[in-house]
């Protein structure tokens, strides 16, 4: 079975702090991780994939087979990074459904 | 490019009676999603339609049901509505399996009373 954990419903950090939002997965088979976010009356959307390997608006995220995580990061936090981010996760290969944590709300203090 | 479109954006439903949701997914995407974001639950998976086809359904009672039209377009059926069904219903949709990627919707909003 994906499961999908965002431990934080909530967290709040100050600009210019570094951010990182947790991800613990479970998956028996080899996963594909992605972070999906949402802004204020905006819809949900793709932020960043692990196979990409990318950053993306100063975000990267690693993905630990070993420890099962894919955590969220960023070194600068700015004001813009405010909003609610998911977690999710959907087999490798073949047709997966995509599974979502519950979501973590970031908000960034000036 | 027009996004994923829903209608309606809100729904006033009372228990018992039946909803329809529609879905219109992005121009040459075949797969659509279904999702149910109740409060504090975050996006449960509900169904997933591709080519017509329904790939996978999430852990939901058959009350909940859907197809998906030759056009890709699909809609949503909730019946014998209960209270707790009351939530932000989400449809997605990707440019096929595998992609991981998906455009959401605005939503639509079930209230039932």
């Known amino acids: 079975a994906q499961r999908v954990t965002q431990p934080e419903k909530l967290l709040s950090v100050f600009k210019g702090a570094p951010v990182e939002l947790k991800c613990n997965y479970s998956?028996?088979?080899?996963?594909?991780l992605f972070w999906y976010v949402q802004y204020s009356r905006q819809r949900l959307q793709l932020l960043l994939r692990?196979?990409s390997r990318e950053s993306i608006k100063g975000f990267t995220a690693d993905l630990n087979k070993g420890e099962t995580s894919f955590h969220l990061k960023k070194p600068f936090a700015q004001e813009e990074d405010s909003a609610m981010y998911y977690c999710?996760?959907?087999?490798?290969?073949?047709?997966?459904?995509?599974?979502f944590g519950q979501g973590t709300r970031l908000t960034i203090n000036p | 490019e027009a996004g994923v479109t829903q209608s309606p954006t809100h729904l006033i439903k009372t228990r018992g009676q039946q909803a329809t949701l529609r879905c219109s997914p992005i121009?040459?995407?075949?797969?659509v999603y279904w999702y149910q974001q109740a409060l504090g639950l975050g996006l449960q998976f509900l169904l997933w339609?591709?080519?017509?086809?329904?790939?996978n359904r999430g852990n939901f009672p058959p009350r909940f049901s859907g197809r998906q039209f030759p056009n890709y377009s699909s809609e949503l059926n909730v019946n014998a509505l209960e209270l707790e069904d009351s939530a932000l219903y989400l449809c997605?949709?990707?440019?096929?399996?595998?992609?991981?990627?998906?455009?959401f919707g605005e939503g639509s909003r079930l209230t039932v009373l």
């Open positions: 998956y028996s088979g080899s996963p594909e």
């Open positions: 339609y591709d080519e017509g086809e329904e790939r």
């Open positions: 999710a996760l959907s087999g490798f290969q073949g047709a997966q459904k995509l599974v």
């Open positions: 997605a949709s990707s440019r096929g399996l595998n992609t991981g990627e998906l455009f």
């Open positions: 692990h196979i």
């Open positions: 121009s040459g995407h075949t797969s």
